[in-house]
């Protein structure tokens, strides 16, 4: 019995491997908005008389949004959507009273300001019969109770999407065909490799560790930085430099990155139900260029705060100053519309940058880091001491909170003090810690460490 499960199971993440392979085959992903799928989500949305109609293609961890008709939607979380439900059935589902069905009640794909009362989806196939996505209907009023003729409109459209997938593909096999520059090959011993962080998700093997931040004043802990860690089952705890530039050269930290966010939303949900107390905290997650170019990210920021029911303000998500270089203009939209949503942005490293002053004009930041090899040269002499004061001056000015990253010892700490840095976190204070461990410091009175020793070996 337990072998057949493990079978299945081993059969399905290669299933599910095999998938991903064609879907990222297409080139779909996050590619804007085209007037052949445009029209294939307008004809659906009139043909049936549905509110919304969206065509949404899916990789490991979310529901991307091609088209539309109706209610807007840039993306979605994958787990527990109406998506699985399809995958599952491989084929369609209608749900026409979604108040009368149970297993709609647990789905997570819910869209902001429509009250789904009626529901149908038809999956989108790649020719080899693998479902890449779907095609969505959505009404406020339970109908789309479809005969069979009428599934086999939607069918149909979801059909012309595939269509259009195909073409795509087609282009991008003879594009591959076409001379390039060949990238410097890897290693044949380097590890890990693409398969391994394949793995790793599946097998659920990633964790998150959490740095506590400090009020320096009262050494109340005020947030919390979740940072990510492999631990793998024969090589034991990984560190993220080890394997994130590879999850950025092969495109998996879009959904390692997805599970990260999502899973220190969830974690807060956790604290909050064991204590309505720490509603107050912030945790705070570090993404990565890839990440934060795609433009869907609010929403799915936004769908992630319905799903786990945590509140805007308890979320912060932080980001490099060269994470915004690559395309400013899109830096610029993505950030106003996760600032519309009321969560913290922070610009990680500053100072590092090649134009940090430029970049805090142009982008609404609300939280600087001092980067560590700032705060860990203060006490050689008068300039990099000079640099933090400027730091902070800048801050205030700009009415922009102040974190001082790697603090290490007390005489940095003091000198913080000093020149009125008012939060930090680093080695002194705590390491990164497991929830198990972290947990009980929430606990405190107050959530206030006790004195350096004492917090240092509890690290």
């Given at each position: 019995?337990?072998?057949?499960?493990?079978?299945?199971?081993?059969?399905?993440?290669?299933?599910?491997?095999?998938?991903?392979?064609?879907?990222?085959?297409?080139?779909?992903?996050?590619?804007?908005?085209?007037?052949?799928?445009?029209?294939?989500?307008?004809?659906?949305?009139?043909?049936?008389?549905?509110?919304t109609a969206l065509l949404g293609f899916v990789d490991a961890s979310r529901v991307w949004i091609k088209s539309y008709w109706g209610e807007a939607v840039g993306e979605l979380p994958r787990d527990h959507s109406i998506f699985e439900m399809i995958l599952e059935n491989d084929?369609?589902?209608?749900?026409?009273?979604?108040?009368?069905?149970?297993?709609?009640?647990?789905?997570?794909?819910?869209?902001?300001?429509?009250?789904?009362?009626?529901?149908?989806?038809?999956?989108?196939?790649?020719?080899?019969?693998?479902?890449?996505?779907?095609?969505?209907?959505?009404?406020?009023?339970?109908?789309?109770?479809?005969?069979?003729?009428?599934?086999?409109?939607?069918?149909?459209?979801?059909?012309?999407?595939?269509?259009?997938?195909?073409?795509?593909?087609?282009?991008?096999?003879?594009?591959?065909?076409?001379?390039?520059?060949?990238?410097p090959a890897r290693r044949g011993d380097a590890w890990p490799d693409p398969l391994d962080l394949h793995q790793a998700l599946d097998r659920r093997e990633f964790v998150l560790y959490y740095q506590p931040e400090i009020d320096l004043l009262t050494h109340r802990i005020v947030?919390?930085?979740?940072?990510?860690?492999?631990?793998?089952?024969?090589?034991?705890?990984?560190?993220?430099?080890?394997?994130?530039?590879?999850?950025?050269?092969?495109?998996?930290?879009?959904?390692?990155?997805?599970?990260?966010?999502?899973?220190?939303?969830?974690?807060?949900?956790?604290?909050?139900?064991?204590?309505?107390?720490?509603?107050?905290?912030?945790?705070?997650?570090?993404?990565?260029?890839?990440?934060?170019?795609?433009?869907?990210?609010?929403?799915?920021?936004?769908?992630?705060?319905?799903?786990?029911?945590?509140?805007?303000?308890?979320?912060?998500?932080?980001?490099?100053?060269?994470?915004?270089?690559?395309?400013?203009?899109?830096?610029?939209?993505?950030?106003?519309?996760?600032?519309?949503?009321?969560?913290?942005?922070?610009?990680?490293?500053?100072?590092?940058?090649?134009?940090?002053?430029?970049?805090?004009?142009?982008?609404?930041?609300?939280?600087?880091?001092?980067?560590?090899?700032?705060?860990?040269?203060?006490?050689?002499?008068?300039?990099?001491?000079?640099?933090?004061?400027?730091?902070?001056?800048?801050?205030?000015?700009?009415?922009?909170?102040?974190?001082?990253?790697?603090?290490?010892?007390?005489?940095?700490?003091?000198?913080?003090?000093?020149?009125?840095?008012?939060?930090?976190?680093?080695?002194?204070?705590a390491r990164p810690m497991t929830v198990e461990a972290i947990t009980p410091l929430l606990h405190l009175p107050g959530r206030v460490l006790p004195a350096f020793e004492p917090a240092r070996a509890a690290s």
């Amino acid at each position: 019995m337990i072998q057949t499960e493990r079978d299945t199971a081993r059969s399905n993440r290669r299933a599910e491997r095999d998938r991903l392979a064609e879907l990222l085959s297409t080139g779909i992903l996050d590619t804007p908005s085209e007037p052949e799928y445009d029209a294939i989500t307008r004809l659906a949305a009139e043909y049936f008389r549905a509110d919304t109609a969206l065509l949404g293609f899916v990789d490991a961890s979310r529901v991307w949004i091609k088209s539309y008709w109706g209610e807007a939607v840039g993306e979605l979380p994958r787990d527990h959507s109406i998506f699985e439900m399809i995958l599952e059935n491989d084929g369609p589902v209608v749900v026409p009273d979604t108040s009368l069905h149970a297993q709609f009640k647990r789905c997570r794909l819910t869209l902001r300001r429509l009250a789904v009362r009626s529901f149908a989806g038809v999956p989108v196939r790649a020719e080899n019969g693998a479902i890449l996505g779907a095609l969505f209907l959505f009404g406020q009023q339970p109908r789309l109770n479809m005969v069979v003729d009428q599934l086999r409109v939607l069918e149909s459209l979801a059909g012309l999407a595939a269509s259009q997938l195909e073409l795509r593909r087609l282009r991008n096999e003879f594009q591959a065909h076409l001379p390039r520059p060949v990238p410097p090959a890897r290693r044949g011993d380097a590890w890990p490799d693409p398969l391994d962080l394949h793995q790793a998700l599946d097998r659920r093997e990633f964790v998150l560790y959490y740095q506590p931040e400090i009020d320096l004043l009262t050494h109340r802990i005020v947030g919390l930085e979740a940072l990510i860690r492999w631990r793998h089952p024969q090589r034991g705890l990984i560190p993220p430099g080890e394997f994130i530039s590879l999850a950025e050269e092969t495109g998996l930290i879009l959904p390692i990155g997805d599970w990260g966010i999502a899973e220190a939303c969830a974690q807060m949900q956790r604290w909050c139900a064991e204590d309505p107390s720490q509603r107050s905290l912030r945790v705070c997650v570090n993404l990565s260029a890839r990440q934060f170019a795609r433009e869907g990210l609010a929403d799915h920021v936004e769908a992630l705060l319905l799903q786990t029911g945590i509140s805007s303000r308890q979320l912060g998500l932080e980001m490099t100053e060269s994470s915004l270089i690559p395309n400013p203009s899109t830096a610029v939209e993505v950030l106003g519309n996760l600032r519309k949503l009321g969560i913290s942005l922070l610009m990680d490293d500053f100072g590092t940058g090649y134009s940090s002053l430029n970049h805090l004009h142009t982008f609404p930041f609300d939280v600087l880091k001092i980067d560590r090899s700032f705060v860990g040269r203060m006490t050689e002499g008068e300039q990099p001491l000079q640099i933090v004061r400027t730091i902070l001056d800048l801050a205030r000015v700009l009415g922009m909170s102040v974190v001082a990253e790697g603090i290490e010892t007390e005489e940095q700490y003091h000198l913080l003090r000093q020149l009125g840095c008012r939060y930090g976190q680093g080695f002194l204070f705590a390491r990164p810690m497991t929830v198990e461990a972290i947990t009980p410091l929430l606990h405190l009175p107050g959530r206030v460490l006790p004195a350096f020793e004492p917090a240092r070996a509890a690290s």
